[in-house]
């Protein structure tokens, strides 16, 4: 039969469309299309992760361990910075336009009378993409919750949850218990499950002694030393793996989120064993963007992150305070409609001498006017409103002199347009650079 369209472009804007809601939290639809796709069990094993902060920092972390012991891995991710291709990689190689939309036309076919939304449609796609690359192993990222996201239609050798904390609660709960009880759904019975919270609600382990998952929580189980430059992964006080380097990306908060990983590492080392000569190589190797992710232009230190909750913002905000003081600090910033903007702000209004703010292009942006209010409730004496993040980030590099700061955060469509704008955007895995693009 002749094929839909010809373009990923038409792909992707067909299923923004296919399914009456954008957010439809379920897993009857996806299970479904992965029946008829012959994917309810995958070939590979399975390891998934979900929580509120850091998810994608944990997926590239496993991810880079799991490729350096010689396994074919396969990460989903979401959203991306630049193009939908980040989203779906076989050892950290993106997924080609001709490849998608072969993978788009089998998920079309296997539709049937169901409808998927972007985000199943994505999810199902990488599953078949991972079956058809032969991996080893598949990372996938939650995208929202756990119990009902997409990610948990199949059943994961391992899981991890990095964080709980608030976000989402439209449709999450408004409380960490509800959030947590969510989250907790992506745990197996008999399987192991790393939670890096060290104060994790109960409803996570409640769930996890009722189902009878092989619950290992930060600080409890095991945990991390830091020392002179390297780190050491403890369990239950005794040290396993000592000597081992920091991942080259993000802030402090990595150490506890390479603790999750190597946690999890070891729990699955029966079906996915990791040397450790491997696992270093995969630490240090690890790369993702948008991370507290530092660049000088024109002697301007131009800092980004994805952080678009109070939680996060929090940690942006300590990776902040602990470098070089900057004489003067700039603010580019823009946000989806429902996130809590003065508790992200809040964080950072004693310290930013000057704000941009931007609306983003997506139809559940914040209005830049919004924003502004927000600020100005809280106390900030100088911000103005930018037609869009390119913009802000123009406007923030004519105010801006050598040896000051421009923190740019609140959103991935603020990181990576702002990016893209400034031309940064050279590659979600590349090595970020402290001295220039």
């Not at 069990?41 to 979900?50: C, D, S, W």
């Not at 939309?101 to 049937?112: M, N």
């Not at 992150?305 to 003067?328: T, Y």
């Not at 895995?429 to 220039?436: D, K, M, V």
Request: a negative charge; glycine letters at 10%; charged letters at 25%.
């Amino acid at each position: 039969m002749p094929k839909r369209f010809a373009t990923l472009a038409e792909w992707l804007a067909w299923f923004e469309t296919l399914h009456p809601k954008k957010i439809d939290m379920g897993l009857d639809r996806i299970r479904v299309v992965l029946e008829n796709l012959g994917l309810r069990e995958p070939p590979y094993r399975v390891v998934t992760v979900g929580g509120t902060n850091g998810k994608g920092s944990c997926v590239e972390i496993l991810a880079s361990v799991y490729r350096e012991a010689g396994h074919t891995t396969g990460a989903f991710t979401s959203p991306h910075l630049w193009a939908f291709n980040e989203r779906i990689r076989v050892d950290g190689r993106e997924a080609t336009d001709a490849e998608l939309i072969s993978l788009f036309e089998a998920v079309d076919d296997a539709l049937g009378a169901v409808t998927l939304s972007y985000f199943e449609s994505s999810a199902a796609a990488a599953l078949l993409y991972f079956a058809r690359r032969r991996v080893d192993v598949a990372v996938l990222e939650v995208g929202m919750g756990g119990r009902l996201d997409a990610t948990n239609a199949v059943d994961a050798d391992g899981a991890l949850i990095a964080s709980v904390d608030l976000d989402h609660q439209d449709y999450l709960g408004g409380d960490r218990e509800t959030i947590g009880r969510e989250k907790a759904g992506i745990m197996r019975s008999g399987r192991p499950v790393v939670v890096g919270d060290r104060e994790p609600p109960q409803s996570v382990l409640e769930h996890a002694r009722s189902i009878g998952a092989e619950l290992e929580i930060l600080g409890r189980d095991f945990d991390f030393r830091r020392e002179n430059g390297s780190w050491t992964f403890e369990a239950r006080g005794v040290p396993r793996h000592e000597g081992l380097p920091r991942v080259p990306f993000g802030g402090v908060v990595q150490y506890q989120n390479a603790a999750c990983c190597v946690a999890l590492v070891d729990r699955l080392d029966g079906v996915l064993p990791v040397g450790d000569a491997a696992l270093a190589r995969g630490l240090a190797g690890a790369r993702l963007r948008g991370r507290a992710d530092r660049h000088v232009l024109d002697g301007v230190e131009w800092v980004f992150d994805v952080a678009h909750n109070p939680a996060a913002a929090a940690a942006f905000r300590d990776i902040v305070g602990d470098l070089p003081p900057a004489p003067r600090t700039i603010a580019v910033f823009a946000a989806m409609h429902d996130k809590d903007h003065a508790g992200v702000l809040g964080r950072f209004v004693p310290t930013v001498d000057r704000w941009f703010v931007a609306g983003v292009d997506d139809e559940r942006g914040a209005p830049a006017d919004m924003l502004l209010d927000v600020l100005r409730r809280l106390g900030a004496e100088r911000a103005e409103a930018c037609a869009d993040v390119a913009a802000a980030c123009a406007a923030a590099a004519r105010d801006a002199r050598p040896g000051q700061r421009v923190l740019v955060f609140g959103s991935f469509y603020t990181v990576g347009p702002a990016m893209e704008a400034l031309g940064l955007n050279l590659g979600l895995y590349s090595t970020p650079s402290e001295e220039g693009g």
